[in-house]
């Protein structure tokens, strides 16, 4: 990705794999954690479009303090490309689109310009997730887990909850939520956060049980390795022996 290190303006980049969500290259003068920012809103952005039903998604941008993240797909990849605020994001991607292709003939680019302008009406400019309107919900399914999926989640939602005691609930969610955007990819289309708890909106296929209860593990022990960087292994182990009695009663 050379190449975009050679275009002005250009803060910060970051290049993730769009088959796995891992982070392939991060580059730039910025401190901002946009590698993990790309990683987390591009698969977020991917589950919201799925489960509303919005159809293609051209590009997400974030703004934070002075800076604007725009995040979207080439080749493949995830592009996260950090610039100043009031950058606006179609020309951007735009410069950084045609630094990839080689330069074409002048009646090529004659026909792609009319193409372009026919389009240029359906195209909203800012297109920010957070302003998508839900569709209607489905009807509702009863779900029944197995014993082995159904028991992981169960320690999840206790994990949050204690974490998450003395008024922290929300931001445990949000840790959660950041943790199924960057591990459980294959699974976010039937779970998510639902009346500040986890829990799925479909019955999971039989054939991937233990692929999901693989899947939950980890995020198990995503929730406790936060949990020791905010505030101590040894708070971190009385709280989880806390969650391990009350599944004993369970």
Not at 10 to 20: G, L, R
Not at 59 to 85: D, P, Q
Not at 166 to 177: C, E, Q, R
Not at 195 to 204: L, S
Request: net charge negative.
């Amino acid at each position: 990705m050379e190449i975009l290190d050679k275009i002005p303006g250009i803060i910060n980049y970051a290049v993730v794999n769009a088959e796995d969500g891992s982070i392939e290259e991060v580059k730039g003068s910025s401190t901002s954690p946009v590698g993990d920012l790309t990683a987390f809103f591009s698969s977020a952005a991917e589950v919201i479009k799925n489960t509303l039903s919005l159809g293609e998604i051209n590009f997400v941008s974030l703004c934070y303090g002075a800076n604007r993240l725009i995040i979207f797909v080439h080749s493949g990849k995830y592009l996260g490309i950090e610039v100043e605020r009031d950058v606006k994001s179609l020309d951007i991607i735009e410069r950084i689109k045609t630094q990839f292709i080689p330069v074409k003939a002048e009646k090529e680019v004659k026909i792609e310009e009319e193409i372009a302008e026919k389009l240029e009406t359906k195209i909203v400019e800012e297109k920010v997730v957070e302003e998508a309107k839900p569709s209607p919900a489905p009807p509702k399914v009863e779900i029944q887990l197995p014993r082995s999926i159904s028991s992981k989640l169960t320690q999840i939602n206790l994990l949050v909850n204690e974490f998450g005691s003395g008024g922290k609930k929300t931001h445990w969610l949000d840790i959660l939520n950041q943790g199924l955007g960057i591990i459980a990819t294959d699974v976010l289309p039937i779970v998510g956060i639902i009346g500040e708890k986890m829990e799925f909106k479909q019955n999971p296929p039989a054939e991937k049980e233990d692929d999901i209860v693989q899947i939950l593990r980890t995020v198990i022990d995503f929730l406790v390795k936060k949990a020791v960087e905010e505030i101590g292994s040894s708070q971190a182990r009385v709280k989880v022996q806390a969650v391990i009695e009350k599944m004993k009663q369970i």
